[in-house]
T-cell receptor, first 116, second 114 residues
């Protein structure tokens, strides 16, 4: 069984400040981990993914995340927030390998607000 | 097509009616997934297909929900005898089908049962 917990349903930062969105997972098998972003009236867009290669993963729009097995975490960061980063962010997990790569278990989401 | 297309975008139906939600995946994508997203929650897995075969339907909440993908391309999610608790955003995603292929999501269908 797998589960994802996103700490903080709402995060607010100032433009130019560090963005940190927290994600902890539980998985009985080695996981693949993902961050998706959802803009209003749009579909989910993949930001980045961890698939057992490098533990520090770089994604689009300047985001990155680090897989820490000992902490069962996959926190999302961006050094400097931009107004356009305001959106809802979802962390997700799927079992590594197999053919069910898209069978994802999502967290409840974190809404990021960026203040000028 | 260029992306995953879902129709209709919005559907309002009366309780007790049947609804059919359509998903047109990215051309050539082997895998197709259905998710349901309640307000303020993350998407929840319903079912998925590889080609026309339904591989996993463990997330379908009850027997009023069914899905098909008869020719391995377009898929339909059908909800019979709709109830108010079925109101949600229904999302479809497709993937190329290799082990590390990304799942691309459509914009979803917002279903409201009144």
């Amino acid at each position: 069984a797998q589960s994802v917990t996103q700490l903080g349903s709402h995060v607010s930062v100032s433009e130019g400040a560090l963005v940190l969105l927290r994600c902890n997972y539980s998985s009985s098998v080695p996981p693949y981990l993902f961050w998706y972003v959802q803009y209003p009236n749009q579909g989910l867009q993949l930001l980045l993914k961890y698939t057992s290669a490098a533990t520090l993963v770089k994604g689009i729009n300047g985001f990155e995340a680090e897989f820490k097995k000992s902490e069962t975490s996959f926190h999302l960061t961006k050094p400097s927030a931009h107004m356009s980063d305001a959106a809802e962010y979802f962390c997700a997990v799927s079992p590594a390998g197999g053919t069910s790569y898209g069978k994802l278990t999502f967290g409840q989401g974190t809404i990021l607000t960026v203040h000028p | 097509g260029a992306g995953v297309s879902q129709s209709p975008r919005y559907k309002v139906t009366k309780r007790g009616q049947d609804v059919a939600l359509r998903c047109d995946p990215i051309s050539g994508h082997v895998s197709l997934y259905w998710y349901r997203q309640a307000l303020g929650q993350g998407p929840e897995f319903l079912t998925y297909f590889n080609y026309e075969a339904q591989q996993d339907k463990s997330g379908l909440p009850n027997d009023r929900f069914s899905a098909e993908r008869p020719e391995g391309s377009i898929s339909t999610l059908t909800i019979q005898r709709t109830e108010q608790r079925d109101s949600a955003m229904y999302r479809c995603a497709s993937a190329a089908g290799t082990v590390t292929s990304e799942a691309f999501f459509g914009q979803g269908t917002r279903l409201t049962v009144v």
